[in-house]
């Protein structure tokens, strides 16, 4: 074989592209210039296929099936047959081309060492295996070490196990076929990612049912389990291959269930196989049921059918000695002979343990005991010693050992939690890999390994604190000893508790591995039935605690005591961590917020963003103009109000939102849904004033800002009033938190100097103006649009937009114009009998021109306006809306302010 492969590296190597389609395949002519080959054309490659000593001749078809592949693959020469992948991919690296014997479509299963299980059909098993030695992959019969891949039709057999408990990849037939199916791609490999989901499931071809759980838990294991690729099957049906039997409810098979044909396995069996991505051994979580032991109706030895009466007398005999008056505090009895019948045996193993168990709680003795220790003897057994009483405990010593032992158990929870789940997560090597991304464990567990050192420190020091307990012992030299470790573990763990709960159930819905773990793990006796969420809200859970606990102690304490001043500054430790804590969370929640405005805020200035710069809240309003408008009159805000700074944003809106708010009083309007936009970002040291509009029956929750820009006089100032809209603020709490922190910015002390309180008359805000405000101009700008918009639709040519204006103006006009004579045709007429496209805006139109007509309020408002004159409607002409008298301060008024 050597020989041969010598002799083909001496001669002169010739490609032949035999049929059509390699022939005309621009890549691989390509790369065989790249190569530098002698290329020859042929459509059967037959006149090629002679032993010639100037050439070996390597043939490229575009296809391995046929007559014309199977007659160079099966002739006596052996000829070189290649893929056009394969000439592809050596050009690529600079390789040559390779010597092999058999035929070589591309290099996707190079390296790779598979074996098959559970294939019965031999035609099926020989095309899988030729398709394997065409991408380059190699086979063997045997499990090994060796092979990287076993390719199965089952999930029993000796080698799937060999493959499960070595952490070897289990495929499916269909991983071959489908990497088969890329083999026109080059530089495909069939261990790429997106293969893996061709990994056999660990429920395949298995019949699940469900036994002793409840309907919720039953349901969630049905869909994991079609998920997993099993089918659910009820319970006791012939064609069930596995009973899943709640072990901590059920005691005994369900009946119509023969052991013998179904695997009975416990829960654990279903949450393991899910774990490692394979199905488990049965055999090691096989459901047994408990097995009752007949009982013996012969009499024991030592008892006769007479035995009962001779009880009596001993029972008559221990009450008479337990009612006797005696100095000790408990009776003596009698010493009693050992029964005749009994052997010494039985009576060692009932001297053992009172129980009946080796495992029992009783002091192991520090010698080997004999006969005589254990009462074999015939001789009487000695008098028993009364015990000496004991002192009782003080009061304050039982609450120091109640805080003790709590302490001992919150260790134990936080080393269950680093041992029994972080410690298995992070786990490499592990079957199947880490359920988990590190990151994941790291968002989840937080800092519980600092928490643990930190109590595990003070559990030692209260344990030896009671081992060498008198009253002078001081508990809050300890407390306060731990408070610098308590204030650097802590914070991290609780600001982001929240984060860790939502990522806790986030893994646990979407990562059926992760659920699987959880469920195995809090099975455990560790665990007592808990889970991972219950466990973790224990650290937030246990300062207050220990403040309760030392509260309790101090009240036990004398204030004579050494300990008591002690005790007081321990419990004040506690609460300045707890009140630390709960300032660093509020001050994390609020970068976190600032980040939710920037996402929020559509071309929101990026500088927002600052590690000194906190979120304070956030309130709707509407502008309710005046000289100086930020976005116009009855406009939707959102006031953004930072530390240092207060932005603005406009809401976006419908226009049938403004026209169903017409009427509505101020104070029931709700700021609408939807995105946001940038609209200015003030300084708080550039705003001068605040001030306070005073409620009335027609002006409520208004107020305004009175404004300097950067490098301004003070003549220049701008006055922008609003309306707080919603009931979760008040105008009150939010005036005062927006004075606060202009003091704070500005490093004034008094905050009240900020607010100035006025009437509605004093900034020339009265009912009509807020009226107008809340809809009418609005709704004037949103029908122009609409126009617009539907003169845009039924337009077939560029008409000039002034004709378009007055056309629309003329067709939408629901009344005649002031210069319109009586009796003249209107273009409305002649459009009476049409239903034009917008003929739901002049309903609109029509409805709110009545309703303005008929309200006595705005009608005489509107001729007090028109001078005495019939009240003409304000939409009347919607395209070029007449602006009434602006509502405004004048500067002098703005600049006392």
Not at 72 to 86: N, T
Not at 221 to 245: I, N, Y
Not at 580 to 589: A, L, Q, W
Not at 707 to 715: C, I, L, M, V
């Amino acid at each position: 074989m050597a020989e041969d492969i010598q002799d083909v590296d001496m001669l002169e190597t010739r490609v032949c592209l035999v049929g059509p389609d390699v022939q005309n395949n621009q890549a691989l002519s390509r790369a065989l210039q790249k190569l530098n080959l002698t290329v020859v054309k042929s459509s059967t490659g037959e006149e090629y296929m002679t032993n010639s000593d100037d050439f070996d001749t390597v043939f490229v078809l575009a296809e391995f099936e046929g007559s014309g592949f199977e007659a160079l693959h099966k002739s006596d020469l052996r000829s070189r047959v290649l893929g056009p992948s394969a000439v592809i991919q050596c050009a690529d690296t600079g390789e040559a081309l390779p010597t092999v014997q058999r035929p070589l479509y591309c290099s996707s299963m190079k390296d790779l060492i598979l074996c098959f299980t559970g294939f019965r059909q031999k035609e099926k098993l020989s095309r899988l295996v030729d398709l394997v030695h065409f991408m380059g992959g190699s086979i063997r019969k045997d499990f090994s070490t060796k092979v990287t891949h076993l390719v199965a039709n089952s999930t029993s057999g000796d080698k799937y196990r060999v493959a499960v408990s070595l952490g070897t990849p289990i495929m499916t037939e269909e991983w071959v076929h489908q990497a088969w199916q890329r083999r026109h791609l080059p530089a495909a490999l069939a261990t790429e990612e997106e293969m893996l989901k061709y990994k056999m499931q660990p429920f395949f071809c298995c019949m699940l049912s469900f036994h002793g759980f409840s309907k919720e838990d039953t349901d969630q294991m049905k869909e994991l389990a079609k998920m997993q690729g099993g089918t659910c099957t009820p319970v006791g049906d012939p064609s069930s291959t596995h009973l899943v039997v709640d072990d901590s409810q059920v005691k005994d098979f369900p009946q119509h269930v023969d052991a013998s044909k179904v695997y009975v396995v416990k829960q654990e069996w279903f949450w393991a196989s899910i774990q490692i991505e394979a199905r488990a051994d049965e055999t090691i979580y096989q459901f047994k049921r408990l097995e009752t032991p007949a009982r013996d109706m012969k009499p024991p030895l030592g008892r006769t059918p007479t035995s009962r009466g001779r009880k009596r007398p001993r029972l008559k005999e221990t009450t008479a000695l337990l009612a006797q008056d005696s100095d000790s505090d408990s009776p003596v009895f009698p010493a009693r002979k050992r029964r005749s019948g009994a052997g010494p045996g039985n009576d060692a193993h009932a001297m053992m343990s009172m129980s009946g168990s080796f495992l029992d709680c009783t002091e192991t003795p520090e010698r080997v005991l004999d006969d005589g220790d254990l009462g074999l003897d015939d001789s009487p057994a000695p008098t028993p010693v009364p015990p000496t009483p004991q002192k009782p405990l003080s009061a304050r010593h039982q609450r120091v050992l109640e805080l003790t032992q709590t302490e001992k158990n919150y260790v134990n929870i936080l080393q269950t939690i680093v041992r029994v789940f972080k410690e298995p997560l992070e786990n490499r090597d592990q079957l199947g890999g880490p359920p988990l991304a590190a990151e994941e464990v790291k968002t989840i567990f937080g800092s519980i390994p600092e928490i643990l050192d930190v109590h595990t420190k003070l559990r030692d020091s209260l344990a030896q604190l009671v081992a060498d307990w008198s009253e002078e012992r001081s508990i809050g030299e300890i407390i306060c000893k731990y408070k610098p470790l308590l204030l650097k573990a802590y914070p991290k763990f609780v600001n982001f508790f929240e984060m860790s709960k939502e990522t806790l159930q986030k893994c646990t819905r979407t990562q059926p591995r992760f659920h699987a773990f959880l469920k195995i793990q809090q099975s455990k006796p560790e665990c007592c039935r808990e889970t991972l969420a219950d466990l973790l809200i224990r650290p937030v859970q246990r300062l207050p605690s220990i403040i309760l606990l030392l509260t309790d102690i101090l009240k036990k304490t004398d204030k004579s005591s050494p300990d008591h001043h002690a005790m007081e500054r321990a419990i004040a430790a506690i609460k300045d961590v707890l009140d630390h804590i709960n300032e660093d969370k509020r001050r994390t929640e609020g970068q976190v917020q600032m980040f939710d405005v920037v996402n929020e805020v559509e071309g929101c200035p990026a500088d927002v963003l600052s590690s000194h710069r906190q979120f304070i809240g956030r309130v709707d309003v509407l502008e309710l103009g005046g000289e100086h408008e930020l976005c116009g009159k009855g406009e939707y805000l959102t006031l953004f109000l930072m530390s240092d700074l207060l932005e603005v944003s406009k809401k976006r809106h419908s226009m049938m939102s403004d026209v169903k708010s017409v009427f509505k009083s101020p104070g029931l309007l709700k700021a609408p849904a939807g995105p946001l936009k940038h609209v200015e970002l003030f300084n708080l040291a550039h705003i001068k004033r605040v001030v306070d509009i005073r409620d009335t029956e027609e002006c409520k929750n208004a107020f305004g800002l009175v404004y300097q820009a950067p490098g301004t006089s003070n003549e220049d100032v701008c006055l922008y009033m609003f309306t707080l809209l919603g009931e979760e603020t008040t105008k009150r709490d939010w005036l005062r938190s927006l004075c606060r922190h202009m003091a704070n910015t500005t490093c004034k002390a008094d905050a009240e100097n900020f607010l100035h309180s006025v009437n509605p008359e004093d900034v020339e805000l009265d009912r009509s103006a807020i009226l107008n405000t809340v809809g009418f101009n609005r709704i004037a700008r949103g029908f122009s649009k609409k126009a617009k918009r539907v003169t845009r639709q039924f337009s077939f040519s560029k008409t000039p937009r002034r004709m378009i204006n007055r056309a629309v103006s003329m067709v939408m006009s629901p009344a005649r114009g002031p210069l319109q004579r009586e009796g003249a045709e209107t273009p409305l007429g002649d459009l009476q009998g049409a239903r034009l496209a917008s003929s739901v805006d002049l309903q609109i139109v029509r409805a709110h021109d009545r309703l303005w007509r008929r309200s006595p309020v705005l009608t005489g408002v509107a001729r007090r306006k028109s001078g005495g004159q019939s009240a003409m409607s304000p939409v009347s002409n919607l395209v070029t809306p007449k602006k009434g008298k602006s509502v405004s301060l004048g500067h002098s008024a703005t600049k006392r302010l």
